[in-house]
T-cell receptor, first 113, second 117 residues
Framework: KQEVTQIPAALSVPEGENLVLNCSFT??????LQWFRQDPGKGLTSLLL?????REQTSGRLNASLDKSSGRSTLYIAASQPGDSATYLC????????????FGAGTRLAVHP | SAVISQKPSRDICQRGTSLTIQCQVD?????MFWYRQQPGQSLTLIAT?????????ESGFVIDKFPISRPNLTFSTLTVSNMSPEDSSIYLC??????????????FGPGTRLTVL
């Protein structure tokens, strides 16, 4: 059974710091991995999607890496801003024709001025 | 990205009643899903909404409690039946498999925040 773990559960940093959020999964047979952002009481915004054959994806100040063999992904946020404050969720999609996403519990990020 | 709307955005309901949540997408999609996010928890898939056939439910979720409709490629409804306080959650519609753009990415609606008294 696939399980997704995110560390740390919460993070509070001053503005300007570079951050690394971690995601690990127990079964390496994944189709892809997706990082989302969720603002309080809101839906999810897709940030980055990494296919199982890829090593990383970049969008602006965000960079996500994937090491499928070790069951790990990291989300790197450069030069953090208060507007980055949100919960960050990682989710894996299983291989084998399944469309189901398995979510981690998230990392709650607070960036203070 | 896909534009997804949900109605209602929030509701407060009495125990024993039912609520139907609507999900509308701005373009045709292959896959539509319904997720639940209980307070302080992450997301759990309830079911995959299949056009023209019965939804596919995940373990722990049944059709009698969460009937789902999907009459076409842009619209789906989820009903939460005979509600109890334990059903208080955010319910999110998700889509994947757009005919244009990145078909593997899953997009989520804004969610429906349900409180059952």
């Amino acid at each position: 059974k696939q399980e997704v773990t995110q560390i740390p559960a919460a993070l509070s940093v001053p503005e300007g710091e570079n951050l690394v959020l971690n995601c690990s999964f127990t079964d390496s047979a994944i189709y892809n991995l997706q990082w989302f952002r969720q603002d309080p009481g809101k839906g999810l915004t897709s940030l980055l999607l990494i296919q199982s054959s890829q090593r990383e994806q970049t969008s602006g100040r965000l960079n996500a890496s994937l090491d499928k063999s070790s069951g790990r992904s990291t989300l790197y946020i450069a030069a953090s801003q208060p507007g980055d404050s949100a919960t960050y969720l990682c989710a894996v999609r299983l291989s084998g024709g399944y469309n189901k996403l398995i979510f981690g519990a998230g990392t709650r990020l607070a960036v203070h001025p | 990205s896909a534009v997804i709307s949900q109605k209602p955005s929030r509701d407060i309901c009495q125990r024993g009643t039912s609520l139907t949540i609507q999900c509308q997408v701005d373009s045709q999609v292959t896959m539509m899903f319904w997720y639940r996010q209980q307070p302080g928890q992450s997301l759990t898939l309830i079911a995959t909404a299949n056009q023209g056939s019965e939804a596919t439910y995940e373990s722990g979720f049944v059709i009698d409690k969460f009937p789902i409709s999907r009459p076409n490629l842009t619209f789906s409804t989820l009903t939460v039946s005979n509600m109890s306080p334990e059903d208080s959650s955010i319910y999110l519609c998700s889509v994947a498999g757009r005919t244009s753009g990145r078909s593997d990415t899953q997009y989520f609606g804004p969610g429906t925040r349900l409180t059952v008294l």
